[in-house]
């Protein structure tokens, strides 16, 4: 027994002074230094199972051990939409953060937004585990957690912290806070899910993001036709606009899309989006289709979403589609396989007034962040772009939007 108390008190120091060691280190490295060293742990962390990486990742953000960035962003990176200024357009996509548990340290890589979520009503567990599976070769992910979450109710307490904490002192929010919907497993009418969403969370969000586009969320996807996008989208935004708001109005509501879509489709989602007046598009969720480079990969036959690379030019064709389809009239955030700057701008150029990731962040770290902001401030500069708003749409000169600089940038 002494023998054991010994060892302990041995270990204890030992990790004590491992940790002064570390501190002391660690307070000698520059801001770029500490996002290499907070990314190059990828590897180990990836010799767990996929969802024990992404776990680990939560709990370290929620440690205090991610890097955060205290460069300003170029300015050229700035954007304003709906009445926000984003810092810069590169947000953190859905699902990383799923309960809303690293708001704060998540916005503290630089990110321009985070989107947390998706979040449902009532707590689920998802699908049984195994459930995220890597293309390791691809840098691709193939997922179907099937929306685990705590719960609205879990969400809005965290939420609730976050916002008493930026009350008392602004400065610490960054970038802005996006909050995904979706919808239980098991509730029938999924219209009565997403007005709970927006009655519970709405009011912590600088934007919401209705999530009808899962992949494992059976029937989810099926609110994406005509008539169900119409009556769901008008209920939301009846319940949002039923809410009392002060004098900034309420949070800009979105609808996320899949990029498994025919033209007809989204022809239909592009005129409920006119009809509704839903203020952004976000294009889009995982595919459930498998194209043929990934065939020979294991990971390809499990069924769910695949996210990554394999998914930039589908869903980057998905945007033009939907910029045309809108006239250029309805924001849309870019979303799929985005893993450099100039994986943004393409998306920006195809019609995106915001990018976001998931998949690059799971396999690079935070050290994607500072990386893809300045090769994406300079793809504009090479091009003569003064700033992202300038380059929105670029590669649909036939498509006039209102205050864009005629001429300007290359063409
Ligand atoms: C593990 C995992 C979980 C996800 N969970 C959600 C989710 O809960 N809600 C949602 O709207 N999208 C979710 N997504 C989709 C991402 O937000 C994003 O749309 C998609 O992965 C494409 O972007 P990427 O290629 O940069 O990952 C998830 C993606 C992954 C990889």
């Not at 770029?32 to 767990?48: D, I, K």
């Not at 979105?254 to 952004?280: C, Q, R, W, Y």
């Not at 003064?386 to 005629?406: C, L, M, Q, T």
Request: glycine share 10%; proline share 8%.
């Amino acid at each position: 027994m002494g023998r054991l108390v010994q060892v302990l008190k041995t270990a204890a120091i030992a990790g004590t002074a491992a940790a002064i060691g570390g501190a002391a280190f660690y307070s000698t490295l520059d801001v770029q230094r500490r996002f290499e060293l907070a990314s190059a742990t990828g590897p180990l962390v990836r010799l767990l199972d996929p969802e024990t990486s992404h776990r680990v990742g939560i709990l370290a953000a929620r440690m205090g051990l991610f890097p955060k960035e205290t460069r300003p962003d170029p300015p050229a990176l700035r954007v304003n939409l709906w009445g926000r200024s984003f810092p810069n357009p590169i947000g953190l996509a859905a699902g990383f953060d799923k309960d809303a548990e690293a708001i704060e340290p998540l916005l503290n890589l630089g990110f321009g937004f985070v989107e947390v979520g998706s979040i449902t009503p009532r707590p689920q567990p998802g699908n049984p585990k195994p459930r995220v599976f890597r293309i390791s070769e691809l840098k691709a992910t193939v997922n179907r957690y099937g929306f685990n979450s705590e719960g609205a109710d879990a969400a809005a307490e965290r939420l609730e912290r976050f916002w008493r904490r930026v009350a008392a002192d602004p400065t610490r929010k960054k970038g802005l806070l996006a909050i995904n919907l979706g919808k239980n497993k098991e509730t029938e009418d999924a219209g009565d899910d997403y007005a709970v969403g927006v009655l519970k969370l709405s009011r912590y969000a600088d934007f919401v993001v209705v999530n009808v586009s899962s992949p494992n969320t059976p029937g989810l996807r099926a609110l994406q036709g005509r008539k169900q996008l119409q009556s769901l989208l008008t209920f939301v935004r009846d319940a949002r606009d039923g809410l009392e708001w002060g004098p900034g109005g309420p949070p800009p509501l979105l609808v996320k899309i899949a990029p498994d879509l025919t033209e007809s489709d989204k022809a239909d989602i592009a005129a409920v989006v006119a009809a509704t007046g839903v203020d952004g598009v976000v294009i889009s969720n995982t595919t459930i289709a498998r194209p043929e480079s990934i065939s020979k990969y294991p990971a390809s036959r499990e069924a769910g979403g695949l996210s990554g690379p394999p998914l930039l030019e589908p869903t980057t064709a998905v945007l033009a589609d939907m910029y045309r389809l809108t006239r250029g009239a309805v924001p849309l955030v870019g979303c799929g396989g985005v893993a450099s700057g100039e994986d943004a701008y393409r998306k920006i150029r195809a019609g995106a007034s915001l990018v976001e990731l998931y998949t690059a962040m799971a396999y690079e770290g935070p050290v994607i962040v500072p990386r893809i902001k300045q090769e994406l401030a300079a793809c504009l500069e090479r091009d003569g772009f003064a700033s992202v708003e300038d380059a929105v749409g670029a590669d649909h000169p036939n498509i006039p939007r209102p205050g864009k600089k005629k001429g300007a940038g290359k063409r």
